[in-house]
């Protein structure tokens, strides 16, 4: 066994891919999942459920061949990423599998088990993170695509305006034979590349060539312009849509990557007066936003009489009754939270049958997906991927925080869904192809300076050994 | 822009940061309001997931539970022959709460008592499945049947006390309900539930504890008690100084008694036989209401009583001196539960001590095990042993060739007193008909009864108490000296 020194100045020594850890991750990821989906079958049925090993062997597939192509095709990528996707995606499985079992929510009209369809959906996540990967070679091409990008998230965002409205928000389209997509969730990966790609462009323009107004530099019109235009229209076309999540997202999204184009601090005091204003401005004319206020204001005292309010406190209840350490996987009664308690309210489920341990745990997998993100974006050697990264991770802590917050009462409730764990198609896809871009980007970040050619002076400054 | 980015990542983490403090507070600090919240269904769910323990009657659970189907509360409450026991027991319902032991005795019935902690810690480890405990109630099967054959139909309520220990052995109320028809939470459940609140006759209340009577003539023992006590006279065979007629004070309408009995100047013991007005108005107003107010005091008037079910307060008010004397007869503004007149009998059966009246003898562990046992206990010195065996003597004459002849039992001595109250504007309704008694064998008294009946005899003849009411309390003596041998 030889020792590795590094006795060159010039490295060109390979950096520890760790694509073994990964792959233990992997593993790890998939025991705990099947674990849980086992401690489920045993808690409402007493017996190990008939399709574990199905679920098993169907969750190991995905992880398994999504980790061969991370170590062929983007072998120095970061080795958290997959895992945390992986245990989440898993974990979310067994959550979706729990709450088809609950006879009351199989009394909803409007209810059906959504547990095959989250592994189907998952699958095609996972083709897509791989086709991620497959096809794109570096992040930087996505530069190319910067004014496409922008068309295709406008024409995302306004698609569902011509698709009724579900359950007040009219964010679905639907697609007879296939059920409904949700194009924000897209949107969001697309908006952050044409941000992205603009900004790396425009970033020196609208740091220096700005005007003094009050204490705040101001940049010119023709530098913020477009941008401003194209997210005061998905905000408004987002308001229309009543999906005030998606909105608030994109906003973060924006600022965020505003203020790291630019590093000017103005941009934060900016960014939150006009959400301060925005969301004044739609809370005082959209019922369906003073329904959320009055239900996070005082959930219990809209009981029986405002159904905003009584889900509210239902979820309240459901993470009380679970404590610190929760009532087991099972054996909870989060279904009473009924509509919704498998999507958006899926957290509540966490909460009563894992408690605050495992809400816990579950937040700090998404700090640590975030902080991979934003560990990610420090380590990428160009604009545009720092740009890119920081746009994903923040937009992903920004969905959870929004997502979580709002479930637990610290904020209130916007429609959206917990990344990975609720049922649905599009989060489950957009989410895993938003982890195959951010492998890609650590990739290139993590992957070494390729070795420089062997010259003759370089010789000369060799260490002389014994 | 490495400087920006460094701050965004501080941003996010206290984004997270903040989820997880949220967190803490909601799943930690408020958990335990949130859990035992009003709204929080978990709470009836987990109550109705494990069989309720029995209330437990002669050794025999009168009540039980069933397992239902229809939702998410696996067992309900049922009960072995409910209008017998719903005085006692009370009800259970998963929609409509509960109410008397089955309320107040929740904890132990449902084995969440923390009287019951080392008992589940116990079962946690050996696995067993979570059961209620028992109540284990003081009551007699046999006497509280004899109280309903004898109510029948009619109207009304019977208390029997063991007078040595303040033991419940009889509590029935009739007309009465089975709580067995709204024990589940079906519309079935809850049309049954209306029915039964609209019910004229009020099958819900219970009577016995929470109905207040005018008391009549039974009230006489209480008058009497409170002279001797005090001293207005000493020997229940003299002459009392009783005029008839008799006026009553600052007024010039006479106090008539029931029909032409002889009342002037009749002793102690001739007045409670016949039940004369003009002898023991007088004697109250001689007393005076604040004599009157002490005396009833010790007997438990003006103040609830917790048998543990709440039993209404009975009152003799601070009156004016024509209604005082009124009172002193049981006919004004002074009202009585039928247990308040039990205890009244009690007393004076137990030689002037009254013992606290009780309905849990114990409270036992799913494993049957007693976690709690009463002892009896004296709740006040009602009278001197010495007056209270005058007070008997005179009762048991009443018994033996009074008014309360209907009492009677072969080879047991009986004392008791009967009464008539009328009630209603003019006494326009029909009166009540009440009759309270002690039987009494050589070791003492074993039973002391009051038995109330509301549609009492029209003709409004004192001897309707001692017609429809003595005999059920005889019955409920004997059924108690019976059940001894």
Known sequence: MSVVTNTTTIGAIDAPSRRNTELALVVFAVAISVFAYANVGLALNGELPAGMLGYGAGLALLGGVAHLVVRRFAKYADPLLLPLATLLNGLGLALIWRLDQSERLARLPSFAPAASKQLLFSAMGVALFIGVLLLLKDHRILQRYTYISMVVALILLILPMFFPAQFGAKIWITIPGIGSIQPGEFAKIVIAIFFSGYLMVKRDALALASRRFMGMYLPRGRDLGPILAIWAMSILILVFETDLGTSLLFFGMFVVMLYVATERTSWIVFGLTMSAVGAVGVASFEPHVQDRVTAWLDPFAGWGTHAASEQMAQVLMAFGSGGTLGTGLGQGNSDLILFAANTDFILATVGEELGLAGVMAFLLLYGLIVERGVRTALAARDPFGKLLAIGLSGAFAIQVFVVAGGVMGLIPLTGMT???LAAGGSSVIANW????????????ARRPAPAPAPSTDAEMTQVVRP | MNKPLRRVAIFCGILVLSLLIRDNWLQYVRADELTSHKYNRRVEIERYAHERGDIIVDGKAVTGSAETEDSDFTYKRVWKNGPLWAPVTGYSSQA?????????????LTGNDDQLFFDRTLSMFTGEKKRGGNIVTTLNGDAQRAAFKGLGEKKGAVVALDPKSGAIL??????????????????????????LLKDKDKPMLNRALRETYPPGSTFKVVTAAAALENGLYDDIDAKTESPLPWTLPQSTTPLQNEGDIPCENATLREALRVSCNTVFGKMSDDLGNKKMIEQTDKFGFNKEVFTPVRADASIYPEDNRPQNAMAGIGQASNRTTP????????????????????????????????????EPEELSRALSGENAQKVQQMMETVVKDGTGTNARIPGVTVGGKTGTAQHGLNNSEKPYAWFISYAKTDSGSPVAVAVVVEDGNANRDDISGGGLAAPIARDVMKAVIDSKK
């Not at chain 1, 192809?433 to 290139?444: E, F, K, N, P, V």
């Not at chain 2, 009889?170 to 089975?178: G, H, N, R, V, W």
């Not at chain 2, 939470?185 to 539930?193: A, H």
Request: glycine share 4%.
């Open chain 1, 433 to 444: 192809a938003l982890i195959g871009i951010l492998i890609r980007i650590s990739d290139t």
């Open chain 2, 339 to 374: 247990l308040q007149m039990a205890m009244v009998a009690s007393a004076i059966a137990n030689d002037g001590k009254l013992m606290r009246p009780y309905m849990v003898a114990e409270r036992q562990a799913p494993n049957l095990d007693p976690v709690y046992t009463h």
């Open chain 1, 418 to 420: 917990m990344p990975f």
């Open chain 2, 96 to 108: 409509f709460d509960s109410s008397q032991l089955e309320n107040l005795e929740d904890g132990i």
């Open chain 2, 170 to 195: 009889a509590l029935a109320s009739t007309p009465s309900y089975d709580p067995s028809v709204f024990a589940g939470n079906s519309l079935k459940d809850s049309e049954n539930r209306q029915k």
